[in-house]
């Protein structure tokens, strides 16, 4: 959020000072005796509305300049000088100093002065609060009661009549016993009894029980001939307390006192007025005592020495220092001397200003390292001297956290933007482009930044008038749609969404736009819509939220995306008062600013709040309120909304992570920690310090060689360690490093075994300053492994021996092919090999080929051993081998389908192969390799029914037959190995 300079006090703060100020304005302004306000300067801060009614002035004579200079001196009164020259300063009340005065406007008037100082929240000056009383038909009725008393009167018994009974206060004649024998008729408007009621009566049935007692010595000390002024409490008819003050006097007959006259004066608004100060004041400790600020009250001493003289709960709680440790200490005690150059100065640069002074303080207490935005305010006393500061510390140390994760979010963004599909670009206050995405710069060209925008107008130069109150201030948003030049000399239609760039100050510094190329959809749209108008509204086509307010608070105007966001219609939400839709957290903050922005601030602040819709959809908006001008007067205020709901949600996600993130690390198993390149742990999970009987926090900040011994740091070789600091250098030069047996010491004394990766850490700017490190303790699972790779040993020692003794099985049973199985294994390896076959099926194909005919031993020797021809019964029968080799190896568990390749080792690609006809896809490509491999060897070797027809025929058998009988890339591979020298069969 976007605060306004100097920083105000905190929404607690500014709540319930604004309901103290509120309630006392509104009580104020209804008492009808004049009220004044003065500084310890006797300049007037605050005057109501009796006091402008009764001395004939306006404001600007009054507000800010001397009491004895309001009105061309026309409260230059000696006895009034008196009261606040001289009294006032040497006690805090006085009550009833009476001047009677000519004054030019009003004439002679007799006042009642009443007078206190009260004391402002949190050690500030105090403030002089002047009640003045009118009494000059009280005077003249009391006079005119003498008059009659001593004299003759010279005027007429109705004269008389008519003054006391238009005067504002009560007159009531009691005589020796208290009972009423004649009051005034105003009676009946302050108490709504009847005259007639009260006659006669006892005057006690007016008076509160509770200051009954009080009132009946009073009444004897009267009744002796003692004048006292009183106050106390009456009640009316309906049983309403009243506050009043009494001016009596005895009534005297032949010497002696028969009754009393009383003049009652209404002062409940008085009271109210005290109570109401007397609560502030309470309020305002309350404040002190329950904000979320740092609070503090620093003594100002002579020579520029500070010392500490009032703290708050939270002061303690954010330093970590407690309050009797801080109180009565000079400042450069508490403050850490890094910090207290720029606290004096500052300290200093407010008591001469003579105004608050603000700054940002990053220091180092005992609770931690604390970022806080600082306000002190000096206090100064009657002869100018500053006595106190005030300050105010407001914790932004998560703040600037959240800054830092925000410029990792600025990064992701500028992605974005680049990626973005429409045209971004901005301008300055010239409107020259000063940068461009990438969009755009694909639309103009690579030379478009430094380019003025006028340079790709095709004949639109009016669009620099669309704009101009843009570049004047005048507006923050503006659409305008503009015919531009493509990089390729294309004219294209563009839709441009430009929103004004201003500096804190509310200078204009150039503008954003998107844009995007609309040519074709306006095309569209003049084809298909005719009929409808040509213009649309801007304001309801705002991708913003825009709204007016009158100055009762209440919408005036609201366009489409207001109403969306609320989930009313327009004529729903027209006449409501804007505060119906806030969320009531944020109501206090932003009708503050709203209201300074319609009493004309033209700074107001960018704030953010949230709006609830009518189903309870909470979304977050951003606006800077402006007051609506009209005939130099301000109607109201219009704020520019904008939905910041994903930033708020993304903001959300990021705490979320880092939670998360903490929470992921301190629970794995694994070891975690990163080092700087001093070899100084900045990050240590809890499982990587327990294994070492540490806490983490007694190794962040400290370097390896600090917690463990530095042989084992540097890798010390006699004793088979690898060397940490050897890893972390590549690892600082921007390599990953993984040790996969990386051994490691346990406090017990154990070697343990860790998979360990070492990965280089970049800052923003791509910087690597340290090294996160991964391990995970890998030693049972090493042990594990070297146990399965030994026994997987003696299995396979026990496989090649099991395969050995079939294959000799074979041979003893068929003399004339003895080899052949071993040839064929050979030459189905090399093919499988060349052929980038994995290793499993390599070897899984070269054990088929070796135990391929295993399956004649079903047939008789004399048919295998045959010299002649073998008839179609012999062949048929030899051709049997096939399937009992399959039996045979079936039942055994390998880890490949063995059986089956040794099955298929006779199907040919066209189906006539044997023993099941397979064709093409339905053989494997392991007995595919394996029928290449046994033709070529069968027809290189001898064979007792026929000589050896060479390996010229073999390859020339094979090759004539790719593709129909055998696999093309088999029989390409096989050729290859023979044609290129990399294979020949052994000899015996």
Known sequence: MVRKKPRKQP???????????????????????????????????????????????????????????????Q??????????????PQTSTFDDYEIDYDFPAIGRRTLLLNARQIQRSLGKDQVILLAIEDITERRQLEKALKEKADKALTVSEGEYRALVENINDILLLLDARGNITYVSPVVERLSKYKVGDLIGKPFTQLIYQDDLPALLDRFTSLMSGKLEPWEFRVLDKDGRIIFVRTSSRPLYKDGEVVGITTLMTDITERKKVDEMLRARETQLSVIHDSVSDVIFVIGVEPDDQFRFISVNHRFTEATGLPEDRVVGKPVQEIIPEPAQALVFGKYKEAIRNRQPAHWEEVSVYPAGTKVGEVTVAPVFDTNGNCTQLIGMVHDITERKQAEESLKILSLRLEAILAAVPDILAEVDDNKIYTWANRAAVEFFGEGVVGKEASFYFEGEQ????????????DENVIYVESWQRRRDGEKRLLAWWCRVLKDESGNVKGALSSARDITERKQAETLRAESEAKYRSLVETASAGIATIDLDGKITFANDRVCQWVGLAKPDILGQPFA??????????VMEIFLNAV????????IEFRIIRKDGQITWLYTNPRP????????????????????????????RSKLLLQSVIDSTPDWMYVKDFQHKYLLVNKSFADSQNFAPQDMIGKADTEVFSE?????????GIAGFHTDDLQAFQGHLVHNPRNIFPWPDGSLHIYDTYKIPLTDQSGQIYGALVYSRDMTEQRKAEDERESALGSLQKTMDSMISTMSRIVEMRDPYTAGHQQRVADLSGAIAREMELDNSQVEHLVMAARIHDIGKMYIPSDILNKPGKLSDIELNLIRTHVQGSFDILQDIEFAQPIALMALQHHERLDGSGYPNGLKSEEIMMEAKI??????????????????????DKALEEISRNKGTLYDRAVVDTCLELFNAGKFEFKTE
Do not use: W
Request: proline residues 7%; contains cysteine; glycine residues 6%.
């Open 11 to 73: 929404a607690v703060i500014q709540q319930l000072e604004g309901q103290a100020h509120e309630l006392a304005d509104s009580v104020i302004d209804t008492v009808r005796e004049p009220l004044i306000a003065l500084d310890q300067d006797l300049k007037v801060v605050r005057v109501n509305r009796s006091f402008y009614e009764t001395f004939k002035l306006k404001p600007d004579e009054t507000l800010g300049r001397h009491i004895f200079d309001v009105g061309n001196k």
């Open 75 to 88: 409260l230059d009164i000696p006895r009034l000088r008196e009261l606040l020259e001289s009294i006032i």
């Open 580 to 589: 119906n839709f806030l969320h009531p957290d944020d109501l206090p903050g």
């Open 599 to 606: 009493g004309g601030e033209t700074t107001s602040p960018t």
């Open 628 to 655: 609506t001008i009209m005939d130099d007067k301000t109607v109201g205020f219009n704020a520019i909304m904008h939905d910041i709901t994903g930033r708020k949600q993304a903001e959300d996600a990021i705490l």
């Open 930 to 951: 394996l029928a290449v491999a046994d033709v070529v060897e069968a027809m290189s070797s001898h064979r007792p029914y026929r000589p050896a027809p060479g390996i």
């Open 711 to 719: 042989e084992l740091c540097l890798g010390n070789p006699d004793k």
């Open 462 to 473: 009016e669009t620099y008038d669309k704009v101009q109150p843009l570049f004047k201030g």
